[in-house]
């Protein structure tokens, strides 16, 4: 038991005198290469094990050739670790640099290009992180380029929205003023008219503008879908019985759920306004409502005829009109009521439904479009 105890002491000593050295080391090389580290990790290891096994030995008074025997292996088994250890510690690098040559890929047009050389575990997940990361870049890229295009449409159609009225109302003033005109009634009620119109316009910019700085203050209530879709089909009657369009209520399930009920009014008269001006003279607009799971669904069905299955996208984009059948149209007494015909009555939609936490969608049904929107149902 003393032997062993004295071998354990020489040995203690002779590895902790290596490992102080390596602690050194790996303190000088912490800023260096990996392949450094390894090496220097191995040689520490090495010197600690044939300091201890030199230790031992001397204490033992092995014979001469006894002793060569035990360093030959020692030297043969410490040549082989170290050359191990360097040949890993170029593997480590290599791989680094290949991945660091990739990561610079990230974020670029052609997207991530992922590293040929044979990857460690660690290095693999790192790299698979990297092509999440360039694909959520992409991503956020291609939904800003979309952004931009739909800001620049936007600008346009509000310039030339703002221009036609301005334009008339000018005339008309000017009219007015030069007593040229049999009858100033008729006149100033056209003015009426451009004057709410670009009021809706102005009162929808805000409400976009409030909606995407996150700012929508929303008071929300249990309440039935039953009387949202009622008081929306009672604000729309009568611009579809000046276009002879008939509105329908079908199978509309009196589902209780919690929202601002002001806003999604609004949403619905929005929905309706459009699809009675997108229907033809003697069509139907139909509205419906049903449970599906933890979400009710409102859906209003009108008969434009349909979207073009490449338009679908982009339907609920700030600034999208699509084809004429899509396009607001505005008869001469028409006052500020739903969409502001700038193209942000459909981008409202969406932004009211996702402040709720519901989704908005549209796809072709015979014969038109069917619009509809999810809202969680209440719980209990």
């Known amino acids: 038991m003393k032997d062993l105890s004295l071998i ?3 040995a203690g000593l002779g590895a902790a005198g290596a490992g102080l050295l390596g602690w050194l080391a790996v303190r000088l090389l912490r ?23 030199l ?17 030959t292996v020692l030297g043969m088994a410490s040549v082989v670790s170290l050359l191990t250890a360097a040949l890993l510690g170029r593997q480590v690098v290599a791989g680094s640099r290949a991945l660091t040559a990739a990561a610079r890929t990230v974020g670029s047009d052609a997207g991530f290009a992922a590293p040929r050389h044979p990857l460690g575990l660690e290095l693999a997940q790192l790299s698979e992180e990297l ?3 360039s694909a959520r870049l992409a991503e956020s890229r291609a939904r800003e380029q979309v952004l931009d295009a739909s800001r620049r449409e ?17 005339a008309m003033a000017e009219a007015l003023e030069d007593g040229v005109v049999d009858e100033p009634e008729h006149y100033l009620k056209r003015i009426r008219t451009e004057v709410e119109r670009l009021t809706g316009m102005v009162d929808d910019l805000f409400e976009l503008s409030r909606i995407q700085a996150g700012a929508l203050s929303l008071s929300v209530s249990r309440v039935s879908v039953y009387d949202l879709v009622d008081d929306a089909l009672a604000g729309a009657h009568p611009l579809a019985r000046q276009r002879g369009v008939r509105l329908e209520g079908r199978q509309v399930v009196a589902e209780p759920v919690e ?23 003697d069509g139907v607009v139909a509205v419906s409502a049903r449970r ?26 700030t600034g999208w009109r699509g084809s004429a059948a899509r396009t607001p149209r505005r008869d001469p007494g028409e006052g500020g009521d739903g969409d502001s015909g700038a193209g942000l009555g459909l981008a409202i939609v969406r932004g009211i439904v996702e402040a709720h936490s519901g989704r908005a969608r549209v796809r072709n049904v015979a014969g038109g479009c069917c ?10």
């Open 31 to 53: 800023r260096r290469s990996m392949a450094l580290s390894l090496f220097c990790v191995a040689v520490v290891t090495v010197l600690a094990v044939t300091s201890g096994t």
């Open 154 to 170: 936007l600008i346009a159609w509000i310039s030339h929205d703002l221009r036609t009225p301005l334009a008339g109302l000018r």
């Open 131 to 133: 092509a999440a990361t």
């Open 8 to 10: 354990a002491l020489f």
């Open 292 to 317: 599906e799971v933890d979400e009710v669904v409102l859906s209003v069905t009108d008969g434009c005829g349909g979207i073009p299955e490449q338009d679908l996208s982009r339907v609920f984009e």
């Open 259 to 281: 929202v601002d009920s002001r806003e999604i009014t609004r949403v619905l008269g929005n929905l309706l306004v459009n699809a009675i001006r997108s229907t033809p003279e």
């Open 371 to 380: 619009f509809e929107i999810a809202l969680p149902a209440a719980r209990g």
């Open 55 to 71: 230790a031992v030995a001397q204490a033992m008074f092995l014979s001469g050739h006894d002793l060569g025997v035990v360093i």
